[in-house]
């Protein structure tokens, strides 16, 4: 059974700190995905890793993806309130097109 | 946005009343699926549709039934509901990409359902 475990769980951290968030799983994926999802909203999409150790940025966002394809990480850089929500990661479910989604880890940033 | 709406956004209803949920979309996307969202658990796939008439269980179909009559409608049911129900549905459907192979989910705004 595939899995995605993703930690801290939460996070409450000031404007201006970094922070990073990892999603780890046992079993390889082709790709994952990173998806942020704000109160009373259904997740959006925030990028796409699928090739092992590729990193992407998005403005003060970083996402690695790594080298077994087994785990990626959501570093962001000073961040801001506007960053608050729940971020999951999720990876495809065997050959079909669903998605496994990881439990979520709730950013809160205050100001 | 991929267009897709889902009514109602907010449901009370009593333990063992049938409850349908709807998604509807208006992109004629092929697949489509109901997840729902429960503190604890994340995102957990209730059922999916491939096409019309063409559906297949997910991890916690239990309680649930769909139909999908017409490409652009999903329908969630809740048979007879119970409290362990109460949670926030989402539709989504799948946008994929040949190579590499990846699919994107993209969600409706959900529907939050109180059983009492």
């Known amino acids: 059974t595939q899995l995605l475990e993703q930690s801290p769980q939460f996070l409450s951290i000031q404007e201006g700190e970094n922070l990073t968030v990892y999603c780890n799983s046992s079993s390889v994926f082709s790709s994952l995905q990173w998806y942020r999802q704000e109160p009373g909203e259904g997740p959006v999409l925030l990028v796409t890793v699928v090739t092992g150790g590729e990193v992407k940025k998005l403005k003060r966002l970083t996402f690695q993806f790594g080298d077994a394809r087994k785990d990626s990480s959501l570093h962001i850089t000073a961040a801001q309130p506007g960053d608050t929500g729940l971020y999951l990661c999720?990876?495809?479910?065997?050959?079909?097109?669903?998605?496994?989604f990881g439990k979520g880890t709730t950013l809160s940033v205050s100001s | 946005d991929a267009g897709i709406t889902q009514s109602p956004r907010h449901k009370v209803t009593e333990t063992g009343t049938p409850v349908t949920l709807r998604c509807h979309q208006t992109?004629?996307?092929?697949?489509m699926y109901w997840y729902r969202q429960d503190p604890g658990h994340g995102l957990r796939l209730i059922h999916y549709?491939?096409?019309?008439?063409?559906?297949d269980k997910g991890e916690v179909s239990d309680g649930y039934s769909v139909s999908r009559s017409k490409t652009e409608d999903f329908l969630l049911t809740l048979e007879s509901a119970t409290s362990s129900q109460t949670s926030v549905y989402f539709c989504?459907?799948?946008?994929?990409?040949?190579?590499?192979?990846?699919?994107?989910?993209?969600f409706g705004p959900g529907t939050r359902l109180l059983v009492l």
């Open positions: 989504a459907i799948s946008v994929g990409r040949t190579y590499p192979k990846v699919e994107t989910q993209y």
């Open positions: 992109e004629n996307h092929r697949y």
């Open positions: 549709s491939y096409g019309v008439k063409d559906t």
């Open positions: 999720a990876g495809p479910q065997g050959a079909g097109t669903a998605l496994i």
